[in-house]
């Protein structure tokens, strides 16, 4: 596993007091955390606790009420400059994959770069072709998604995204939507750009992942953050009641396997 940037240069992401209302539900309540360089933090906790939101927030796919949010030492706010500057360095990949059907998996991953960075079509084709071969689906570049595995078209998702050239990447519960035998090809890719050193934050409930990749676990419960530590402490050791009943259920619901909720 890489070593994340020293602390001593700036955290790429610093969120600081978020703040999350739905109505009169209070989704997220005072969550401040710090994402170093290269740092691959996974996010868990309970169904219903926030961590989606808390996502979805850090490139405004939900707009947070109170606190601050920069990405980059960009201020996310409601400037579009800033959001826009901010979306161009972030990638997402969702529970569902959210590629075009009537487009070939070349072209979703060709797509963005041409209109968005402008990126030249020839330029643009070379690169979705290296970045799936580095998925290991080249062989499928001119299938539509409708012909792929769900395995298939979640890591077209993420070659989609890298296309971006990203300085992050978000996952929003990855694996949730694939059959068992699905899971580890995604994974694996996602070990992959993690060893590379790309920053990443992972809401997963695949604890296996979680001890194996991450460098810091961040754990929420009820809108809080109630607990963030190396995977040897969090897994061994955690300090939270709330995060020994968390990971006690897990062990109860799988037999102490790679882990879900």
Not at 169 to 189: G, R
Not at 237 to 246: D, G, K, L, T, V
Request: with cysteine; charged share 20%.
């Amino acid at each position: 596993m890489p070593e994340a940037t020293p602390p001593s240069e700036p955290p790429i992401i610093v969120v600081t007091d978020l703040h999350k209302w739905f109505g009169a539900q209070h989704v997220l309540r005072g969550v401040s955390l710090e994402v170093a360089r290269g740092e691959t933090v996974v996010v868990c906790g309970p169904s219903g606790s926030g961590k989606s939101t808390f996502i979805r927030c850090l490139n405004h796919l939900e707009e947070h009420d109170r606190g601050t949010i920069m990405v980059d030492g960009i201020t996310l706010d409601r400037d579009v400059r800033h959001l826009q500057a901010v979306r161009r360095e972030v990638g997402m990949v969702f529970q569902q994959f959210n590629l075009f059907p009537h487009l070939t998996v070349l072209e979703n991953l060709t797509l963005a770069p041409v209109r968005v960075r402008k990126t030249k079509p020839v330029a643009a084709e070379r690169q979705a072709l290296a970045l799936l071969d580095r998925v290991q689906l080249a062989d499928h570049a001119a299938k539509y998604p409708a012909q792929l595995s769900g395995g298939q078209q979640q890591r077209v998702a993420i070659a989609r995204s890298l296309c971006m050239l990203p300085k992050i990447m978000l996952f929003d519960e990855p694996t949730s939507a694939l059959d068992p035998e699905m899971i580890q090809e995604v994974l694996d890719v996602m070990t992959e750009l993690a060893r590379e050193g790309l920053t990443m934050v992972v809401v997963t409930h695949e604890m296996g992942f979680a001890r194996a990749v991450a460098h810091r676990v961040a754990f929420m419960d009820q809108g809080e953050l109630v607990e963030v530590a190396p995977p040897a402490q969090f897994f061994g050791a955690p300090q939270s009641e709330r995060a020994r009943e968390f990971l006690g259920h897990l062990l109860r619901a799988d037999g102490g396997g790679r882990g879900g909720a």
